[in-house]
């Protein structure tokens, strides 16, 4: 990782560079973290109207960024620019226009990238309350990949206690949490995850399955002999097939990206296009009364009314010890790199996040 300012001597005088206003992580084009990811200073910004500052506890990272590293997110922002796609840490400036909220305030936001640094200016409506004594690597954990496991399962899914679902990438940051926020819900769960990571996903009270077994459905239909009410799925691609082939009577296939392999930077919308085509097909299927009930939905957490409600709901769980978030680890801006290093490797087990 390369770092451009804020360390280091100041040119000609020996003396210490003076310390960075506001140190932030820049990812300047498409490539390696090491090569395209640097720390530097963005400057302090100050609230402009309808906005806030928000001095960061603590920023996500997830695949989102991994992508957007590869070029292969939907709707990026150009080069250079802050990525960081969740944070929680408290406001420190109101702009004009702003109401319900004042310095001081602990908040959680989604603005989907500008969360690698110090301090961040945004919008006051994306803006959900933190309650003070929750830790805030937990907390940020629940901001983008709690509200999507929760929303997935509390409000796509229809799976009903009793039921068993299939959860891919079971040891991933959506993973860990949606195989929790699922047995809370009193659902069995078979969790696909490398080897490795087994007892990990068996420690959540999933039953692991490695996702490379071949005959895939047969695997699963030999654990869950009647399918599955539900399928999580993050893969995309002809995966989906084999996950439709799993589903019982009246399931649901929940397709909430499609990170399959093999595409070249540039290229994002074209991973989507299986997922989309198979959602199309499968909904005039199911209107002609042919999918036995079966349906597939895609997925894409959003702000709003309902994103405030069920993060306040597992704010109360995390509360209560009910959901534990899995933390990778806590590492300073600095080494931003390393955690997208890990991320792409499959080293990570649950959710980094970055402590400014
Ligand atoms: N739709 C939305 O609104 C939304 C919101 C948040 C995240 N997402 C998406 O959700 C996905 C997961 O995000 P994350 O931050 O949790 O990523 P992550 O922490 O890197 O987890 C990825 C997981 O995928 C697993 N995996 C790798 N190859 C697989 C395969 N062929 N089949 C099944 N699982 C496989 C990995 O398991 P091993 O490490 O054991 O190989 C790992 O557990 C990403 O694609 C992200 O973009 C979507």
Redesign the pocket.
């Given at each position: 990782m390369t770092v451009t300012t804020g360390a280091g001597a100041t040119a000609g005088t020996g003396r210490p560079a003076p310390a960075p206003a506001n140190p932030s992580v820049t990812m300047t084009g498409s490539g390696e973290p090491e090569q395209c990811v640097e720390l530097t200073d963005a400057g302090r910004p100050s609230a402009g109207r309808g906005k806030v500052v928000v001095e960061v506890e603590a920023a996500g990272v997830?695949?989102?960024e991994v992508?957007m590293l590869q070029h292969l997110h939907p709707f990026p922002p150009r080069f250079p620019f802050v990525p960081g796609y969740d944070l929680v840490g408290r406001i420190t400036e109101v702009g004009e226009g702003v109401t319900g909220w004042r310095a001081g305030d602990r908040v959680a936001a989604m603005p989907r990238y500008g969360a690698w640094q110090r301090h961040v200016e945004v919008p006051a409506k994306v803006l959900a309350p933190v309650p003070d004594g929750l830790d805030a690597a937990e907390a940020v954990s629940l901001v983008?990949?709690g509200v999507?496991a929760w929303q997935m399962v509390h409000r796509l899914s229809g799976a009903r206690p009793g039921d068993t679902v299939l959860v891919?990438?079971?040891?991933?940051?959506?993973?860990t949490l949606l195989t929790q926020i699922a047995v809370h819900h009193g659902l069995r769960v078979i969790g696909?995850?490398?080897p490795a990571?087994h007892d990990a996903v068996r420690a959540l009270g999933a039953e692991p399955l490695d996702?490379r077994t071949p005959d895939f459905p047969s695997a699963v239909r030999a654990l869950a002999p009647e399918g599955v009410a539900a399928v999580f799925d993050?893969?995309g691609g002809k995966?989906l097939d084999d996950g439709w082939a799993v589903l019982a009577p009246g399931g649901t296939l929940v397709s909430?990206?499609s990170?399959v392999a093999g595409y070249e930077p540039g290229q994002w919308f074209r991973p989507h296009v299986p997922a989309l085509r198979r959602t199309l097909t499968h909904a005039l299927a199911r209107l002609f009364g042919r999918t036995g009930g079966r349906r597939m939905r895609m997925?894409?957490?959003k702000p709003g009314k309902d994103f405030d409600a069920d993060l306040g709901a597992m704010y109360e769980l995390l509360a209560r010890g009910v959901l534990r978030p899995e933390i990778a680890g806590r590492l300073p801006l600095g080494e931003s790199a390393a955690a997208l290093r890990a991320?792409l490797d499959?080293r990570?087990v649950g959710?980094y996040v970055l402590v400014p």
């Open positions: 997830s695949y989102a992508q983008t990949n999507t891919h990438g079971a040891s991933g940051g959506v993973g696909t995850a490398s990571k996702y993050h893969i995966g909430f990206d990170s997925y894409y957490v991320l499959g990570a959710k």
